[in-house]
Structures are given as C-alpha cells and as structure tokens.
C-alpha cells in the first residue's frame, strides 16, 4: 500500500474520509525528542499495564552503547554516548518493578513543552468475579438469555443469546477432502492481560439536556418516553435456500447444532431493544456543539430513530427500497440508517467521493426512495442525476441550510416533523413483520474490477456478527466502552463497529470533527482517549513515518534512548506474543520513559485494542508500534462476510497473521497447493445473502453448499493461525507458467526503500517481471498529489547525494544517484527471491502518485490494478519491447 498516493500534506490536510491519518506531529516530537524530561500518562491496560519484572536478583548494567549487547558503540562528532543505570538497591528494585521508578533529573535532556501530558491516575484492577445477574423482561428474556448487571468499574458477564432448535438449522458443510478450520472460543494465552484494567476516563460528558433545553445539533430531535414494541422470540420466514439475489426473499441460516452458531436469530430491533433495556441512559451517541459534548442516551438514540422510520413511511418508503445515505459520520447518519431498517427499508451507504455518476448506479440499484445527504456539495451531485432515479421520492439534507428550495426537498428537522404524523402502531406493525433471515442493509463493494456490487446483509448477520465479534475481542466485560467514529460508513468495517458492535455492547460513539483528516482527529483522540482503535494500514503508515521523520531530527542522545526503548519494546511484545510473560530488563524503564508518553500523545493511553483491517500491512509498520508497545491487531473478512472473518486479539497473536476465526465461523482452504495455500472459503452465520440483481457473480462467489469464496489465497499454520498470503486475480502467471502473488514482492520493494509510496508488479503471461514505482510527495489543499517531495523522499535523496526536491527532478534529469540507490533496493529484493522468475528485472518511476480522484485508487485506498495497467499500457509495453 502507498502510504502518500492519496496525496497527504500533513500541513493542509484533505476531508476524505476514505483517507484516514493523523497528523500526530506535535505531540510525538515531544516524547521522541526529549523522552526523559516529559511527564508520564497514567498507567493502563492490556499490554501497556505495568508488568512486574521476575526477580532472580542479578542485574547487569544497562549500557546504552558500551559492552552491553543491546546496542553497539557508535561515535559521531567525536562523542560517544555512555548511558549507564546502576543496578537498583532493594528499596529501588520494589519501585522500578512497579512501574514508579523515579524521573531523571531534567538536566539530562532538553525540557519538554508538554508538562501536562498526564490524563488520569491509575487505578487498581478490577478482579473477575461471577457476579449475580438478573432477569430482564419477558420480551428480551428468551433472546438475550440474562441481563447483564449495570455498568460499574467491576467486570459483569456478556449476555449471550440463548440456544434455540429450530427446523431449519444446518450443519457444516464438508466437502471430501478439503481443509477444514474452526477454532473454538479462544482462550487467555500467558501473553494476554485477562480482563482490562480500570482507569480514570475523561470527564463524562453530560447526558442529553432534557425536552425543553436540547441543544444538539441534529435538529428535529424529539426527548419521547419508549414505545417498544413487545416482540415475542422471532420466527425465521420459511426458506431452502443458501442465497437469492431478490432482496424480498428469506434465505436459510447456517445454523449449527450447538455452541457458537447456535444462538437465537434476533432482527435489528430486538437487538436495539436489548440495549436500550440494558443501557438505557448510558451515553450512546457524543457529538461536539460549540466546543462541547452533547449526547444522545441509548434510550433517546431509539426514540430518534422509530421517529425517523416514520418520517419515512410518511415519504413513502416502500418495502425492500433504499434509503441512500451520503455524508460524514453523524448522529443522522446512525438514525437514517436505523431508521430506514425499522422501516422496512434497506439501509445503503454511499461513499462520499463518489462522483454523480456513481451515485446514480448505486440509487437506481437498490431503487432508492430517498436519498439523505450531508450538504449542499452532496446534494449538488443528486440533483444532477435524480432525473434517472425513477424510484426516487424525497431528498434529505441534514447539514447546513438549503441554499434552494425544490419539491420534496427537506432538512433535518422538516424530515423528522414527518414521522409525527404517522401513529406508533403503524411502524410496529411493520417491525412486527420483521424476520432475522431477510435483508435489511446492502453494502456496495468499490467496485475495483467493476460497477459496485451490493451485498445484501440480512438482520441476522449484523446482529449475530456483532455480537460474536466483540466477545472476541472482550468487549463490554464490565468496563467503559468509548470509540472514536470518523471511517467511511459505507464501507463494512466502520459500519458494523461504529453502529452494531456499539450497540450491542453499550459503547459510546464519539463523533470526529468534519475537518477530521485535515488535522483535528488527533485532537479528539487526545480528549476521548478510546478504549479501542481501529484504523486503516495508510493511518499507521503515516503515523509510523511522521514519528520516523522527527526522531531523525532528534540529538544523538535522545535518539540512542529511544532506540534502546523500542529495542526493549519489540522484545518484550514479542515475548508476550509466544506466551512468556517474562520481559527483558529496562521495560518498566523503558515504559516509563518513552511508551506511555507515546501513548499519550497519540491519545491511546487507555486503549487496550488497536486494530487494522480493509487492506494489508506491512510487517515493518507492525514491528514499529510493537517497538512502542503499541501491538496492532489484524481483523480479517470482506463485506460478504459482514466484515470480520478471522481476528488477531491479546490471546491470540501473531505478526503478519489475522489471528483465528471467530468462534462460530469456518474456514475451508479450497484446493490447496503443495505449501498448503489455497483459496480461503467461509462459513458462518456472517456470510451474506447474495449479490442484488447478479446472479452470477452471486454464484461464481457462494458454492453449492453455502461456502463463500474469498478470492484469497491463504494458509493455516500448526496452531491454526490464518495467513492471507495473496489474491486469486492478482496471482500473477508468467509465460514460464509459475505463479506468483505480487503484495509480497511489492510490500518488499517498499520496505526497503523508503521514498516508494506505490509499488505494482506486472508480469501475467509475460517472460519476466517488471514494476511500477510511485514517489512519496506532498499533496496540495484539494488532496491531489503535488510535485514537491516529502520530507523523507528527500532524506533518501539527500543521503545519496542528490540535492532534488521535487519529483520532475528525479524523472527528467535521471539522477543517477537516486536510481541506483533504488536498483540496490531492488537487488536486495532479488537476493530473497526463491527462484529466478520471481526477480524484478526492469522497473520505472511514474511522472505522478496513484491517487482515488486519479482513478489508480477505490474509496478504500485498493490499488485498482486493471485500471492501471491500461493507463500506463504504454510504459509497460516498453518493457517488453
């Protein structure tokens, strides 16, 4: 993945939400620079709680370049560094142990601005204790089995939905012969921390004002008592069939027998009923207003949105029809969404960059009866095209005011003025007719080899998929939840942890600034500091060479101190990732120092789960935040699979691996080769119902029994770790006839040089390999990449003597120091090969980055290979002449 081919200028940045970073620069320059002088965050959990070290009573001395083998003596400008720590007397062992060693003078390094970096104090654990539950109401009690007690700082247990026979439970299938792999519930391993700790969380904010006083931005809103509706355990609408393509038709569960897969099928509803039961006036929704934090309480978030499904029954929302959602995460965002589920719509996300024509495919496929937009910009895009939108009855606008006035044009506020006029046992008739087997949402994939497909996700996969999926990464075992929503909804992985995870584990969701990815996100992560992370590789790239970029700046000193750190730190994280508890010496030292303050800075300093997913990673960017025990967990899944598939967690973790399937989940590796890699095929309660309106994409994805084929290559280790080790499209199959999977040469490539953003292999049926390159430069105000170099494109030419700053430098006056620093690059690359026709032998800069407005790029920052192969057609058949 290019970590700059969108275009990135950490000065002016873009607002594009398929573009995620942080700009984290201000703050990381502070603890990378002067580690030792910087005031330490509180303690916290998971891997960064304070682990005690072993005492065996021998403890050498820590020489940061000397005789000590963690570093070589290493002279510049005649100095040499001495940093020597004493072994601790028994007095100091005690506190050293327990992560309170004291800070050294200042006088040893430069002070640092930031003095106040501390957000709280630590507090001590809570112990797992079994703790009494009680009986929820009879119309919840037979789907979520026991309430949950309510929140408290002491761990409770997750409800778990009750097992049920039903007629139409099916067993796993198992093909002859093939590769069958399900993991059972994943147990704490040495590494893992059990339950989290508690820790000071920021100032709550104040629960929602009450009718008479509301100030939230989302207008119309309206403080109602419940009037949930008594819905009995649902029965599934009656169906034989695996898959359809019609969104009116039921399909059959993959029910298993017992155990995980087993639980009873609940709609969106019933799962919101759940949580407004469980959570009621816990803070579901934060949105800033004027510098401060308003909210929405889980019970209020429900009553907006049965308000909001019958303003759309008031429009006309017909059965089985969309609602297309086009803007920034919001509040409105979240209860359109809902809204339009409850009903009886199909809830459809809508990317935010797409163009109008590509709005107008997506609207006129799930035959959209009103589209709800954010501004006037997403709005000029519809009015476009609403002339071929011949389903199309209403527009909402929910940011702004209008800047015209058009039929059955509305603002947030006339739309939800709407919904009074429709009686509450109108809509729960509707929810009535619900069933957990029949669609409910569709996810349009970005279309990388073609128009978009929509997946249709029926209430059962959202609701069983969230559920399994946050017991596996040990959400809402009695602690505070919060989570950051700023990733595109339109696409899965945001939608089902911003929306549905949330939901069903009583978490809040804080919404991001609009001017987010221009700078604000890191600002809002420093205020939240959520409990969980989730980001795309491109944010960890970023984050990873921006920290890079001012620790270069840094003294020889402050560099030698945090280099021993991360030293330490990759040491122990790897230690916790085999299972040994044991760390190496300096860790509390080092954690003190430079790990927590990092933590701070990035606002992740309660966060116990960082995770990554929607593309690969390399494995230098995962070496680099263990180094700063900050370990990334991999989720693994496709739409089709309503997101998560396989899961990397605390217990069950290794690098470059997305972790085990979800319990209740299977995967099957469909004719595996001699190495044991085959295409990754799923099956579970997640997998989707079909493609709508294709039935052969529908059929070339779904096989006879039901299992959905990834187009992954990918293969299981002894412990039963799941690698994706490449893409079936992508295989590349040269004229010689070898197979060869280009992201692992072209994650080489760009780990051995620096200044390559994008790297492409080409070479089906061709004699040899070739590869295009793409340099890391600046973007400008729009997004578009510039022509200036970045700041670490122009190290690496610094550092072979050329003095370019920009990109047309290097391609028209070919710096011959520059292309042979990066053939070495590529020799190295070569050196690794297993065979000669896995060499690059000819390669080439291109005049410009790859970027999603360039079309080299989907929404989702997925490289669009057949696209560029016909850009560049040119430049590739020079190759080969």
């Known amino acids: 993945m290019s970590v700059n081919s969108v275009g990135v200028n950490w000065d002016q940045l873009e607002v ?3 573009e995620s970073f942080l700009d984290i620069s201000p703050f990381v320059r502070e603890y990378i620079g002067s580690p030792l002088t910087t005031s330490n965050p509180a303690s916290n959990t998971g891997f960064f709680s304070d682990v005690k070290i072993p005492q065996n009573g021998n403890y050498s001395h820590i020489v940061v370049n000397g005789g000590n083998s963690l570093m070589q003596e290493e002279k510049k400008a005649g100095a040499v560094l001495e940093i020597q720590v004493e072994p601790p007397s028994n007095e100091d062992q005690e506190s050293l142990t327990t992560g309170s060693a004291e800070k050294p003078e200042p006088s040893t390094l430069e002070e640092a601005d930031l003095t106040s970096s501390v957000l709280g104090d630590t507090i001590l654990a809570a112990k797992d204790e079994s703790l009494e539950q009680q009986v929820v109401p009879e119309q919840l009690s037979s789907l979520f089995g026991k309430e949950e007690p309510p929140r408290s700082s002491s761990p409770s247990r997750v409800p778990e939905f009750s097992c049920v026979t039903e007629e139409d439970r099916v067993l796993e299938p198992c093909a002859v012969g093939a590769d069958v792999h399900q993991v059972p519930q994943q147990q704490d391993q040495p590494g893992g921390t059990g339950n989290k700790e508690t820790v000071d969380a920021p100032p709550k904010p104040p629960r929602s004002p009450g009718p008479n006083d509301l100030s939230f931005p989302t207008d119309g809103m309206t403080i109602l008592e419940p009037t949930a509706v008594q819905v009995p355990v649902p029965t599934l609408a009656p169906s034989e069939m695996m898959w359809t393509i019609k969104r009116d038709e039921p399909v059959k569960l993959r029910i298993t027998q017992s155990g995980p897969g087993s639980e009873t099928p609940v709609t969106v509803h019933q799962m919101f009923q759940h949580a407004v039961e469980q959570y009621g006036e816990t803070p579901a929704l934060a949105v800033k207003k004027e510098g ?9 978030y429900y009553n907006e949105c049965r308000l909001a499904a019958k303003s759309f029954l008031k429009l006309g929302l017909e059965r089985y029809h969309g609602v297309g959602i086009l803007g920034f995460n919001s509040p409105e965002w979240f209860i359109a969404d809902i809204g339009s589920i409850l009903a009886g719509g199909l809830a459809v996300g809508i990317y935010t960059t797409n163009s109008p024509e590509a709005c107008q495919y997506v609207a006129d496929n799930c035959e959209a009866n009103v589209l709800v937009v954010e501004n006037h910009k997403q709005l000029t895009k519809i009015l476009q095209v609403k002339d ?3 389903h199309l009855k209403a527009i909402v606008q929910y940011k702004d005011e209008l800047k015209e006035k058009q039929p059955n044009l509305y603002t947030w506020k006339e739309f939800m003025e709407l919904g009074k006029q429709i009686p509450d ?3 729960d008739d509707v929810i009535r007719s619900q069933k957990a087997n029949q669609c409910c949402s569709l996810i349009y994939t970005s279309g990388t080899t073609g128009q978009p497909k929509g997946v249709m996700l029926s209430h059962d996969n959202l609701t069983w ?16 939840e919060c989570i950051i929503s700023y990733l595109p909804l339109s696409h899965i992985a945001a939608q089902l942890i911003d929306i549905w995870i949330s939901m069903r584990f009583g978490a809040t969701t804080y919404f991001a600034e609009p001017d987010a990815l221009k700078g604000s996100l890191v600002n809002t992560m420093r205020e939240v500091r959520p409990t969980a992370f989730m980001a795309v590789p491109r944010v960890w790239e970023k ?8 620790a270069s700046k840094s003294s020889l000193v402050k560099r030698k101190v945090a280099e021993w750190a991360k030293y330490i730190g990759l040491q122990a994280n790897y230690n916790f990732m085999n299972g040994n508890q044991t760390v190496p010496w300096g860790y509390m030292l080092a954690n003190n120092l430079v790990f927590k303050k990092v933590r701070a800075a990035l606002g992740l ?7 990554t997913g929607a593309a690969p990673i390399t494995k230098d960017t995962l070496e680099y935040f263990m180094s700063l025990n900050l370990p990334i967990y991999e989720l693994y899944g496709m739409s089709e699979s309503t997101g998560p598939h396989a899961v990397s967690n605390e217990a069950a973790f290794r690098i470059m691996s997305c972790g085990k399937e979800i319990p209740g989940c299977s995967s099957k590796l469909d004719k595996p080769d001699e190495e044991g890699n085959g295409e990754i095929c799923f099956w579970g309660r997640h997998v989707f119902m079909g493609y709508l309106n294709m039935v052969d994409k529908t059929e070339e994805a779904l096989d006879q029994e039901g299992w959905l084929h990834s187009g992954d290559l990918g293969k299981h280790d002894p412990e039963g770790f799941l690698y994706v080790t490449g893409r079936i499209k992508e295989l590349i199959i040269t004229a010689g006839g070898e197979n060869i999977p280009p992201v692992l040469i072209e994650d080489a490539v760009k780990e051995e040089l620096p200044i390559v953003s994008n790297a492409m292999l080409i070479g089906d049926k061709r004699k040899f390999l070739c590869m295009l390159l793409t340099l890391k430069c600046n973007v400008d105000d729009d997004g578009e990449p510039t022509d200036e170099l970045t700041p670490q494109s122009k190290e690496f030419c610094r550092q072979t003597g050329c003095r370019a700053s920009r990109l047309s430098e290097i391609t028209s006056k070919n710096h011959l120091p520059v292309f042979k620093a990066i053939q070495e690059g590529i020799d190295r690359v ?3 090969a297993t065979s000669n026709a896995q060499k690059i032998q000819k390669w080439t800069i291109l005049e410009k980055e790859f970027s999603i407005s360039g079309g080299e790029l989907g929404p989702t920052l997925k490289l669009k290979r057949p696209v560029v192969q016909k850009m560049y057609k040119d430049q590739i058949e020079e190759f080969y002449s």
């Open 388 to 390: 071929q939108l011949p």
């Open 830 to 832: 070569n050196a690794k």
């Open 425 to 427: 046992a109108q809509l």
């Open 605 to 611: 300093d309660r966060c116990t789960m960082c995770f």
């Open 543 to 550: 984050m990873q060479e921006k920290m890079q970029s001012q």
């Open 16 to 18: 594009d939400q398929t």
């Open 292 to 300: 401060q934090w308003a909210t929405l309480t889980f019970r209020e």
């Open 465 to 480: 998929t969230a559920e399994a999926a946050g017991k596996t990464v040990n959400l809402g075992n009695g602690t505070e």
